[in-house]
Every structure is written in structure tokens, then in C-alpha cells.
């Protein structure tokens, strides 16, 4: 006889929540003052989206957020993490900021606190106003200083109610895949200005985080959300280690290295010298950078495998959220990417639970005792409608199990997280997937707009509400 699986049971204080972001839910592009930002303009340019899809509509949750707060509610999640459109707020990416834009997240906020749900919010989910992307975006070392004007703006209007603060999402995403293979707004392919771009994040990162804390309760806690990768050699071979080490430095240690330790790892200067001499990493910067965080965020969908290229390949190409002619990774011809073994969702990506595991120790090591959240993890697969117009999607379930399995094992193993978040709540516009690829746990009919939980939904609720994973084949 098979023996019965030991329930997988999670601390009372997990906190159990959902993400999404403002281009990819909102709509409402025209609305209240908001301008374009580089999402609007990139959508909108032909041949950048799949079906020239963009967000002007998304899934209208601008004017249906109290339907979708109660959703959640419904469920029993405990939280919930979105991102604020930075030009709604802030319609030129300076000056002062515009009430009535601001008041949409009030209202939000009120409306989540009123359920009991708690908010977190996060400042920049890759919708830079235009006007900056115009006066030259990232790149340029002014951004940094509009992004802490605009963190000051939103700190003053939520600091009192929101708790939990998150000041970039994916900052790679931004930098290599909007600057480098430009599958991701602003479409740019410049390896130097990538580069460029990621200091540029990072320092916004720091001056935002100060900005923060200059005029928020001192209770609230800041962090930041890395899509940083597990990065596995495809043999043990000292070239394809080597090969593995660069690609961690331009996906990892670029980011977490100034901004968890205070400096750029040298053998990143040393990989990326013929491109650039790093001169624009001013004197300071990285004491700036370097800002004591209350908490890591750790996005994670899948794992990269790499091996040292032979003569005769040239370029990687794989950068998960699009393809395109150009490398998002800068100095790193000698690099090839591979498609890690196992079962893959509808994005292609190949689903390997151990993958979070392994991040979630190596930060664990990294800087211990600094809590993390798991900020995003979750799957795309082809949902649809039964004729009874139930969603039933037993790949997601089967998909969250095994992550979240894997994350009460960290925790079990010593590592201090304090919470989940699914991505997505609901099926949205992904990016240049526009609609195609489904991340929700709640199905959008995009005729309609309207909205049915799958069961993954139901699963998850069940797991936020009782603080234990429902087994894989449970009927909801
Ligand atoms: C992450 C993004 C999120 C969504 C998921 C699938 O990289 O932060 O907006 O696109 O991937």
C-alpha cells in the first residue's frame, strides 16, 4: 500500500496573495490624465505584440476593481500585489502629481483594507512615462532621480496604509529585454545602453527606497522583486561552469550585488570590458544603491541551462519572454542556452519546482536573515471553458502544488519566507504574448470582460484559508 502523503501545512502568519500589474489589468489608457507610457507607444508600433494586441482595454479592472477586490475576498487571499502606473501619477515623469490619478489607488487600497486584504505595492512594473523614454530612458542617469521624485509622490499618498513597498520589478526584465533584445518596450537594441540601463535601475532602486522611507511610517517595509535566475551548467566541465558563472553575474549579480552587498561582482567588469568601462558608476553610487532592505522579492518561473558555446554556434538567443535577432545578454557570444529537460506550460518554460528551491537557499546564504517573499510564480496554459463554463486547469494546480511544496521545504530547511504570491489573479495582457497566454487563476473572457475563477482558483483558496496544500486531484 501506497503511503498517505503527509499533509504539506505552512506557518500561520504565510501570507497568501496574488499579483498583477497596472498596464497589464488596467485600461483605462485615457482616463483621469494619464499619458503614454513606453507599453502604450510599444503596442501600439506594428509587430511588436502578437495580434497587435495592446492594453487600452486590458481587463478594465480601472473600473472594475471592487469586483475583482471581492473576488479575492471570496477566495481567502490575504494579499494582494499590484503595481501603480507611473504616468497616471506623474503624466510627464516630473513635477507634481495628478489627484485624480492617485485617488484610484485610495480607492483600491481603502477597498482591499475594507476586506482584509493586505496591499502591497510595487512602484515599477516596466511602464515608464514616454516623456522619459523621449528625454532617453533608462540609460540616462536622470531617470534615477525622476523614479525617487515619483516614489516621494506615491509614499505621501498610500505610506499611511500601505505596508508593504516594493520599488522595482524585474529590473533585468527592463534593461535586458527593453534595451537589449528589445522584445520588451522600449524596443531598443543597445548592449551598452543595457548595461547603462541596469545601473541606472539599480541606482532608482536606492534613491527610491531613501525617498520612501524619508516620508513613510516607519513600520512600512521596502523591498524590491528580482526575476533572479537559477542559472545551471549543462555538464560540470570547467567551460560550461564558466559559462554558467557569466550568465548569474548579467542575471543575478547585477542587480543583487550592488544593491545586497554594495558592489558589482569583477568578474562582471571583467566579461562586459569590451563593451563598456562602467564609468558612468559614479562616486557614491553604490553606498546609494546599497540601501538596507526590509525584505527580498523572488520571482521565478523556470531555470536557465547553459553550456560554453562551441566554435560553430554563435549567440544566445533565449530570454523567455519573447525571441528576437539580438541577444538580450550583453558579451556573452560564448554562451548557449538550452532547453532544460521536462514537462513545459504553454510559454515554453519547463516546469522544475527544485529550480525555486535552490533560489530560494541561495538568497537564504546570501544575506541571511533577510525575510523574502516569494513575489510571482505561476504558469500559462491554453484554459477553456467547458460547456458548463467551468474552468478546469489540473496543470496549474499540479504547477502550484510542486512550487509551493518546494517552498515549505526552504522554509523547513531554515529559510525565513513570509509569503506567496500567484501570478497572475487574473488572465492579462502578457506583454508581447499580448492575450494569448493565460497566467490567471481566474478566467477573462475577453468578449465580456467577464470573469470566472478556475479551479486553480478554488485550490489556492483553499490553501490560503486553511494554511495547507488541498491535494493535486481535489474537486473543486
Ligand atoms: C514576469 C513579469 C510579469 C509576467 C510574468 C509571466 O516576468 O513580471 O509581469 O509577465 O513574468
Redesign the pocket.
Known amino acids: 500500500m501506497p503511503e498517505p502523503m503527509s499533509p504539506v501545512s505552512f506557518p500561520s502568519t504565510f501570507l497568501w496573495g496574488a499579483a498583477t500589474?497596472a498596464y497589464?489589468i488596467e485600461g483605462a489608457v485615457r482616463e483621469d490624465g494619464r499619458t503614454p507610457s513606453i507599453w502604450d507607444t510599444f503596442a501600439h508600433t506594428p509587430g511588436k505584440t502578437a495580434g497587435g494586441d495592446h492594453g487600452d482595454v486590458a481587463v478594465d479592472h480601472y473600473h472594475r476593481y471592487r469586483d475583482d477586490v471581492a473576488l479575492m475576498s471570496g477566495l481567502g487571499l490575504g494579499a494582494y500585489r499590484f503595481s501603480i502606473s507611473w504616468s497616471r501619477v506623474q503624466p510627464t515623469g516630473r513635477g507634481p502629481a495628478v489627484q485624480r490619478g492617485l485617488d484610484f489607488y485610495r480607492r483600491l487600497v481603502d477597498e482591499l483594507l475594507a476586506k482584509d486584504i493586505k496591499p502591497a505595492v510595487t512602484l515599477y512594473?516596466?511602464d515608464l512615462p514616454q516623456e522619459l523614454e523621449d528625454a532617453g530612458g533608462w540609460p540616462e542617469r536622470d531617470t534615477a532621480y525622476r523614479f525617487a521624485e515619483y516614489a516621494q509622490i506615491v509614499g505621501e499618498a498610500l505610506g499611511d496604509r500601505v505596508e508593504q513597498w516594493i520599488t522595482l520589478?524585474?529590473p533585468w526584465?527592463s534593461a535586458f529585454l527593453g534595451y537589449g533584445s528589445g522584445v520588451h518596450a522600449p524596443g531598443r537594441t543597445e548592449p551598452v545602453a543595457t548595461l547603462r540601463a541596469s545601473h541606472h535601475l539599480n541606482l532608482a532602486h536606492g534613491l527610491g527606497a531613501k525617498a520612501l522611507r524619508s516620508v513613510m511610517p516607519a513600520r512600512n517595509t521596502v523591498a524590491l522583486s528580482l526575476?533572479s535566475s537559477t542559472v545551471r551548467p549543462l555538464t560540470q566541465d570547467a567551460a560550461d561552469l564558466a559559462a554558467a558563472r557569466k550568465i548569474d553575474d548579467l542575471a543575478n549579480g547585477i542587480f543583487h550585488g550592488p544593491i545586497l552587498h554594495g558592489a558589482y561582482p569583477e568578474s562582471l567588469f571583467t566579461a562586459t570590458r569590451q563593451l563598456t568601462d562602467w564609468s558612468y558608476v559614479q562616486d557614491g553610487d553604490l553606498a546609494t544603491i546599497n540601501q538596507p532592505l526590509d525584505a527580498l522579492g523572488l520571482?521565478y518561473?523556470t531555470p536557465a541551462l547553459v553550456s560554453a558555446a562551441g566554435p560553430d554556434h554563435s549567440g544566445p538567443r533565449a530570454d523567455?519572454?519573447g525571441t528576437s535577432e539580438h541577444s538580450p545578454w550583453p558579451a556573452a557570444d560564448d554562451v548557449l542556452f538550452h532547453q532544460p529537460p521536462g514537462d513545459r506550460t504553454a510559454?515554453g518554460w519547463s516546469i522544475d519546482p527544485t529550480g525555486l528551491y535552490d533560489l530560494i537557499m541561495r538568497y537564504e546564504r546570501e544575506v541571511p536573515g533577510l525575510p523574502l517573499y516569494i513575489t510571482?510564480n505561476?504558469a500559462?496554459y491554453d484554459d477553456k471553458p467547458d460547456p458548463d463554463g467551468r474552468v478546469h486547469d489540473p496543470e496549474r494546480i499540479a504547477y502550484l502544488h510542486g512550487h509551493l511544496a518546494e517552498v515549505r521545504r526552504a522554509i523547513a530547511d531554515g529559510a525565513d519566507v513570509r509569503g506567496y504570491f500567484l501570478?497572475?489573479l487574473l488572465d492579462n495582457f502578457?506583454?508581447a504574448y499580448g492575450y494569448e497566454k493565460r497566467?490567471g487563476a481566474v478566467y477573462v473572457d475577453y468578449t465580456t470582460l467577464e470573469r470566472t475563477p478556475k479551479s486553480s482558483a478554488h485550490w489556492y483558496g483553499k490553501a490560503a484559508r486553511t494554511g495547507t496544500l488541498p491535494e493535486v486531484d481535489e474537486v473543486f
Do not use: K, L, P, V
Open positions: 500589474s497589464q512594473h516596466w520589478n524585474e526584465c526575476n520571482n518561473y523567455g519572454h510559454m510571482e505561476g500559462a501570478w497572475s502578457e506583454w497566467f
